[in-house]
């Protein structure tokens, strides 16, 4: 009993502090993990499945932006992807939340970038099947620049510390489509969530264009989670990069000719 209520606190009891490196469970030993650093020249061209396709939408509601002393994130419905079966069946799947994560989990040849949003979905229940992955993260890939909208709609000047949340105005418009390009190229692999128990099978989408926030807006991040002068001296709350181990990573709308990717050209 005592044993068990131990591994229960034990198993809640997990931080960012050497990033991930010092969780156990299928985080230590799992061998299809996330983040992973994408090098575009090691990617195959994503064929008919998997392929995703973006359906967010903008809808008023109160949204309430929560600080779990981790990291921050907001739940709700902000639309949806579908993910093509090998039966060029679309699914659908529904999102859940929005986790931000500073410096970027995932790396782009060889490095981060200064922070990072993964749109987590699941399954709809009417596409459930036991053969095919129930979760799905999309990631955006964020760098220094303008202003982003996105982050003014969700009063981003005015984040909760550890431990509390802000609830936004019932009128406010938080749409994943000001910060994402559907159209855009996107990376595939087969992931994980990536913080314990860092359950695998997720299908993990990371969108090929840095999206812009501003300085001053990454600030408002870096005051509660980073330590050092920029978003990159730590510890912050990112995952450290795994191991690819023997899976593939796909690139969108590409024709890979020897390493080299020349871009598909639509013909009409
Ligand atoms: C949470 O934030 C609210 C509003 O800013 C504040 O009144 C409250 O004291 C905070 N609670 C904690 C536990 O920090
Ligand atoms: C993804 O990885 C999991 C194990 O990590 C495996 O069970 C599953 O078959 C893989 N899926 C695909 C499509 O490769």
Known sequence: M???????????????SQNGTNWGGKCADGLSQSPINIKKSNTKSLGDSFTMQV??????????????????????????????????????????RIVFHIPSEHY??????????????????????????????????????????????????NLPPANNQTVLPGNSNVNLLSIVSPDDYY?????????????ENVLRYVFE??????????????????????AFSG????????LLNSRDVYYSFAITIGGLHLIAISLF
């Open 108 to 157: 782009f040849e060889d490095y981060p970038t200064h922070m990072e949003m993964q749109i987590h979905h699941k399954v709809d229940d009417s596409d459930y099947t036991f053969d095919f992955p129930s979760y799905a993260i999309v990631s955006v890939m964020l760098r220094p620049g303008d202003e982003s909208y996105f982050f003014t709609s969700i009063n981003v000047a």
């Open 187 to 199: 990376f595939f692999y087969n992931g994980s969530f990536s913080e314990p128990e860092c359950d």
């Open 55 to 96: 359906y967010y939408y903008g809808k008023t509601a109160s949204r309430t932006v929560v600080n779990n002393g981790k990291y921050m994130f907001i739940e709700g419905d902000f639309g949806y992807i579908t993910i093509r079966d090998s039966k060029s069946k679309d699914r659908k799947f529904l999102t859940t």
């Open 235 to 242: 510890p912050g709350d990112s995952r450290a990069i795994q």
């Open 209 to 230: 264009t840095e999206q812009w926030i501003s300085f001053n807006q990454i600030n408002y991040f870096k005051a509660l989670f980073i330590t050092g002068s920029d």
């Open 2 to 16: 005592i044993l068990f209520l131990i591994s229960l606190l034990t198993a809640h009891a997990w931080d960012y």
